[in-house]
């Protein structure tokens, strides 16, 4: 009776590294799919407005709303996975403002070759992705936008640009940062 349940020990050990690694590979192949689920069709979007907290914000306005339209199977390629709006109000002072109007989320190629391509940004976050992207005024600098895939379906993004140190510089070569929280929802965001 020892024999027969020695070699059923001896075979589990045998083939115990086989299923540890066919079961890493199935969780990383099920990982890779998993982003899938954030695309976006025609009738939907991520919509959302931007933290109010001042420490999160710098060069925007209290009342931006953002929409994102995105295919996640793309997020790797060469090619733009997806578009960001933006939206102001008109204010007394000021008229109705869009930062973006379907500005690309532009591949940084080289990040694909570098460690900050694999950035973490704590709990809660399946995937975290950097791209560049260009307002809608023309001599307006580019930005960064980090995009973080959220485990509860949401997906925030954080738009950066260092900017000038000139005090007079203009609007569009100002320092910006502002993260923003999206939902998907129905339709167009309402703008």
């Keep these: ?10 075979k589990r050990a045998r083939y115990g590294p086989f299923f540890a690694q066919l079961l890493a590979a199935g969780t990383v192949l099920a990982g890779c799919n998993d982003v899938d689920r954030f695309s976006t069709d025609a009738q939907h979007a991520y919509c959302g407005a931007i933290t109010l907290g001042s420490p999160f914000r710098e060069g925007l306005s209290p009342r931006v709303q ?3 339209t995105l295919d996640a199977t793309r997020l790797d390629g060469d090619d733009a996975p997806g578009r960001l709006w933006t939206f102001e109000a008109a204010t007394e002072t000021r008229p109705e403002r869009r930062l973006f109007d379907g500005a690309a989320l532009r591949p940084i190629r080289p990040l694909a070759h570098d460690p900050l391509s694999q950035f973490e940004m704590g709990e809660g976050r399946v995937r975290n992705t950097i791209f560049a992207v260009s307002p809608s005024e023309p001599l307006a600098e580019a930005m960064l936008a ?6 509860d379906g949401g997906v925030e993004v954080r738009l950066v640009r260092a900017g000038s140190e000139d005090p007079e510089a203009d609007e569009g070569r100002r320092p910006i940062f502002g993260m923003f929280s999206l939902v998907r929802r129905e339709g167009q965001c309402g703008f």
């Design 1 to 10: 009776m020892h024999t027969g349940r020695a070699r059923k020990i001896g």
């Design 66 to 68: 953002m929409r994102l």
């Design 146 to 151: 980090f995009l973080s895939l959220r485990s």
